[in-house]
């Protein structure tokens, strides 16, 4: 059987039964890694299939209505950090007007029971599904007694005296505490994806570097940063990186990630690399002119350089 699955017609996941877990899963930092843990024990106790239910976009990123939700990783990396907790499949629903409009009856007799075979089901305190998001922990343990499954309630961890939760990473992102987001998040922050031709303007100002376009995935960083960049030699590679949209050279175009690796001639056009983000040096600026720009990474460079040199154990 494969891992990644996406529709809710299907036979089941788990003929003999699964213990499984429902959530978003962005970024899926410590908490949701106990939980797939978690998940996981139960079901090797108890010989069953363990089994994850999320979404594609997140909730919350459907009902933002126009207004996009900075994300933490790409459906790409978060299938790759689900599949890393242990779990045997994901059911990666994809979340639209009528997944919204399901009603949470529904959602449990159709996706957990018929496709997941869900006998022992766990989330989170605060889990809400279904239509109007009137599902709720009472209403799953209610219908569990009926329909002859179990609930069980994730405790909160704590990271630093600090519950995890995606929402706490991305103000500690916003705000540039790298080091606090990666205490929560499990990892340091980083995008990844493959590399793309840009305008070529860095290599001619002596500042080559290694673009990923961020598509329709919107980042909850931007400004300028010491990086560590992954994929390209054994170890990570340091360098400057820069995330956002250009105004002096592109008049404020598609976000884009721009990473000049320090000390690294080398084509990357295709290669998938990862941007690790370790501290933010500034804002993105409009320049006067290019000289003013180049003598701003000049600047740039250096403290990057200095920064992580710091760093290096």
């Known amino acids: 059987m494969g891992f990644l699955f996406r529709d809710v017609a299907g036979p089941s996941l788990a003929p003999r039964g699964s213990v499984a877990c429902v959530g978003a899963f962005d970024g899926v930092h410590l908490g949701h890694r106990a939980l797939l843990l978690r998940v996981r024990e139960r079901a090797r106790a108890r010989g069953m299939t363990p089994l994850a239910v999320s979404f594609e976009p997140v909730p919350r990123e459907f009902f933002a209505r126009g207004t996009p939700l900075p994300r933490l990783a790409s459906a790409r990396e978060k299938i790759a950090h689900v599949r890393a907790g242990g779990v045997s499949a994901l059911l990666s629903l994809r979340f639209d007007a009528a997944l919204a409009a399901m009603p ?6 159709d996706v957990l029971l018929r496709r997941c075979g869900v006998r022992e089901l766990w989330v989170g305190a605060d889990f809400r599904f279904g239509h109007a998001r009137r599902g709720d922990v009472a ?47 499990g990892r340091r922050f980083s995008i990844g994806g493959h590399v793309v031709r840009g305008l070529q303007l860095g290599r001619k100002l002596g500042y080559p570097t290694a673009n990923l376009r961020l598509g329709r995935r919107t ?13 390209v030699a054994a170890s990570p590679l340091p ?40 501290q933010k040096l500034r804002d993105e600026l409009k320049f006067d002119d290019l000289d003013a720009m180049v003598r701003q990474i000049d600047r740039d460079a250096d403290e990057a350089r200095a920064i992580l040199d710091r760093r290096v154990p």
């Open 104 to 109: 949470a009856e529904t959602f449990v007799e």
């Open 139 to 185: 209403l799953l343990r209610e219908l569990g007694a009926r329909l002859g499954f179990g609930v069980e309630v994730m405790d909160d961890v704590c990271a630093d005296g600090e519950r995890v939760s995606s929402s706490a990473i991305r103000a500690h992102l916003a705000a540039g505490e790298f080091d606090a987001a990666a205490h929560l998040l």
């Open 219 to 231: 980042s909850p960083v931007a400004g300028i940063f010491a990086a560590n960049v992954h994929g």
């Open 239 to 278: 360098a400057v990186a820069s995330l956002g949209v250009r105004p002096t050279v592109d008049g404020g175009g598609e976000p884009l990630l721009e990473s000049h690796l320090f000390d690294f001639d080398g084509d990357l056009y295709g290669r998938r690399i990862e941007v690790e983000f370790v």
